[in-house]
Every structure is written in C-alpha cells, then in structure tokens.
C-alpha cells in the first residue's frame, strides 16, 4: 500500500496537524485534547458541508487502552471524519467536553457510520455520557447491499476489500497499543484513517486455490457467484437481461468514479468450437473490473443493453486481454459492437515492459505464470465446452470469470 504520513509545523501547543496519504487520498488530520480545536473543527466541516447538513454522513470510531481484566478502560481517542478532514479527539485528556461536539453527535439530521458502532456509541455514553442520536453499521448495510451474508460479521478490513477494493492493513502492534498516552506517536493517527488496493500477489506455487460459489438466485434473468482464485475473491453476475448489466455497469462506474480516466477492463470472449470452416457466433463476453465481473450471455439476449454498448465505447477506458483485437473484431461481425476505448493486446505489453519478445505471442496462462506468479489450468473440456447453451455450468462461470480477471490484473500490473 501506498501510505506516508507528513507531520506540520504549528505555532501552538493546542494540537498538532498531519497530512496522510493513502494513494490517491489525501487526508488532513488534526489530532487535539482542546475542545477550542474541536469547536473550529466543527465549524469548518459544516461550512464546507453548508449544502448538504441535511445528510451529512461522518465516520466515527473510538479506541481505548486494552484491557486484560474484566474492567474496561475509558474511550481514550473519538475519531471522526468528513471528506478528506479528520479529526482524532483525545478525549481522555480534555479538560472539558466541548458542547459543540455534544450538539454535533446528536444532531438528527447527520449519519454517523462505522463498524461496530453500536458499541462504540454505548462506550462513549457510559464514559462521557454523550449521545449519538443516528448511527449506521456497515456490516449489515453491506450485506444487504452486495447480497454477501458473511459481510454482517465481517471487520473494517474486510468490508473495505469487498466494497471498495481496498487493502488495509490493521498492524496488531498498534492495534493493541497505549491509546491513552498524551502523545500519540505517528503510527497511530496513520492507523486510523486508513481505508486502492494493489493485487493480493500471490506466491508462485504449483497448486492454484480455486473454488466457486453459486448464490441460486431465484430469478431467470441472472445469477450470482463468488469465484475464489487464490486469494482473491471475485463477485460474478450472469445473465441474458437488461437490468443486471445496468447494475453492473453502473455499479463498476460508482465505484470507479475517481479513477474513470484511466479505468481497466479486462475483457474476453467465447463461443461454441466449430470444426469446420464456418465460425460459430460469439456466445459470451466477460468484463472485469477489480473483483467484479460481467458474464453477459450475448447469443440469448433478446436486445444488447445500451448501457454495455456505451461502456465499450468509452474512449478514456482501457480495455485489455490476449488476442483481444480478433475478438473484437468478431465480436463488430455478429453482434455490431464496436469498441472504441484504448484496447490493448497483453502479450505485446508484457513483451515490451520486460524485454521479452518470448512474451508478444504468449498465451493467458503462460503471462499470467511470468507476470504475476500465478500458475493455473484451462481445462480442455471446459476450453471446448457448449458455450452457446442457455445454462453455464459452474466449471465455465469458473473459467470465464478467471479469464477475464486474469487479463484485468495483468493489464492494471502492466500498465502500472
């Protein structure tokens, strides 16, 4: 992960200032026990926010000293934070709770957001007797939202994998640290507002870890898995219809929004074999962004989406794989489609980023293997299979969805 932290020089013994990086994030953070810092705080967040107090959404967390026995320290630290502004209260060494921060937790029209916040909040009340008068957990929230039942027990370090594609590091060290010092050392603030994540590499090995889980939605018009590739997750829609490709696209574009620009897509086709000179239609088209991928079932379709056709076509969008320019092209023949963002052949890139002519006419597996450490099958039968059939069996959502989130790894690890 990309992360430093910047220590400011200030004037006065009220508080102190950081800049944390956390790649493309930049977050200003003041770290006070003086509850006239946190009444300017307040003040500047609700300026800023003037448009939007009516909704305002602010991240809360507490930390205090561990305890060993069966009496629990006090809340040592509230963290909150709006935007890219952050504030850590000391509150354990306050010489006073301001009032603005007391109106500003129970103010109605404000959300404040976290995991685990129940507990908090209750801590916070039994401690310093402030009130916090709307909370949300992100655990449920992301359940329901992702429609992953194992989210509602999941920690801030999960949830930030599967909802943002976001790797964050907890280190038991500080986790466990002496939250109750007066002056907390760089670590801890950088601790708290962490929140792009690189790819989990993993190690080279001869086995590859590889599982599927079907949802079994019960609809006609898609289905849902989670497709395990090492250590890597992948959530994978398939479907004839309309609407879940709106979803999805939607969905990657949400997500995404910050880095649209430069967005990667990894991209793939299949089809029926045919063993004869005339060419079977393009049967399927797989898009992957980060761990989410798009099984669009094109020969069952009864219209293709506008919402696909306008994705393709988004010229700042990089859209890689191997063999990916006869594909399209195949896909332009049958279907119409063209694809006019930046579409980038993967073994022409590897060859030119390692010096390797061996790598131009590589195929998935060997890239993947020389690239990213990453040794794994394409089973013949699977390679062979009835792509055109109206049901994927999960041996070819399996191999579909790995072959299109192979090319997006390769292409973001290239590019990079």
Not at 203 to 221: A, E, F, G, R, V
Not at 301 to 327: H, M, N, W
Request: hydrophobic fraction near 40%.
């Amino acid at each position: 992960m990309a992360i430093s932290i910047s220590k400011h020089e200030v004037q006065y013994n009220t508080h102190d200032e950081y800049t944390v990086h956390f790649y493309d994030d930049v977050v200003f953070t003041q770290v006070t026990r003086s509850p006239s810092v946190v009444d300017d705080w307040i003040s500047e967040i609700e300026r800023i926010h003037r448009r939007r107090l009516h909704c305002l959404i602010v991240g809360l967390d507490v930390e205090w000293r561990p305890s060993f026995s069966r009496q629990q320290n006090p809340v040592a630290t509230l963290q909150l934070c709006v935007g890219r502004r952050c504030l850590i209260f000391q509150i354990i060494h306050a010489r006073r709770i301001p009032q603005s921060l007391a109106n500003f937790l129970s103010d109605e029209d404000y959300t404040f957001v976290g995991v685990g916040i129940d507990g908090d909040v209750k801590k916070l009340e039994n401690n310093y007797g402030l009130q916090v008068f709307r909370t949300v957990d992100l655990r449920p929230l992301a359940a329901e939202d992702l429609e992953i039942e194992g989210l509602r027990f999941a920690g801030l370090k999960a949830l930030s994998w599967e909802v943002l594609e976001k790797e964050v590091n907890k280190p038991r060290n500080i986790t466990l640290s002496a939250w109750d010092t007066r002056v907390l050392t760089p670590a801890q603030p950088l601790q708290r507002k962490k929140k792009n994540f690189p790819l989990k590499q993993a190690k080279h090995t001869n086995k590859m870890t590889i599982s599927i889980y079907d949802h079994q939605l019960p609809y006609d018009s898609h289905n849902r898995y989670d497709v395990t590739f090492f250590d890597n997750q992948i959530r994978t829609v398939v479907t004839t219809e309309e609407d879940p490709v709106d979803e999805w696209v939607s969905d990657i574009e949400r997500v995404h929004r910050n880095k649209l620009p430069r967005l990667i897509v990894g991209l793939d086709l299949e089809w029926r074999p045919s063993f004869s000179r005339v060419q079977n239609p393009v049967a399927i088209i797989q898009l992957c962004v980060g761990r989410r991928c798009l099984i669009f079932q094109l020969i069952h379709a009864q219209t293709i989406p506008r919402s696909l056709v306008g994705f393709l076509s988004t010229e700042c969008y990089s859209f890689v794989g191997v063999g990916i320019k006869k594909d399209l092209e195949k896909l332009e023949d049958f279907y119409g489609i063209t694809v006019q963002g930046n579409v980038v052949e993967l073994g022409r890139l590897a060859g030119d980023r390692k010096g390797r002519t061996d790598l131009v006419n590589a195929g998935l597996k060997n890239l993947a293997r020389e690239v990213l450490g990453l040794d794994f099958e394409k089973p013949r039968r699977v390679t062979m299979s009835r792509w055109d059939k109206r049901w994927l069996d999960p041996a070819q959502v399996q191999y579909a969805c790995i072959d299109s989130f192979v090319s997006f790894e390769l292409g973001r690890v290239l590019r990079d």
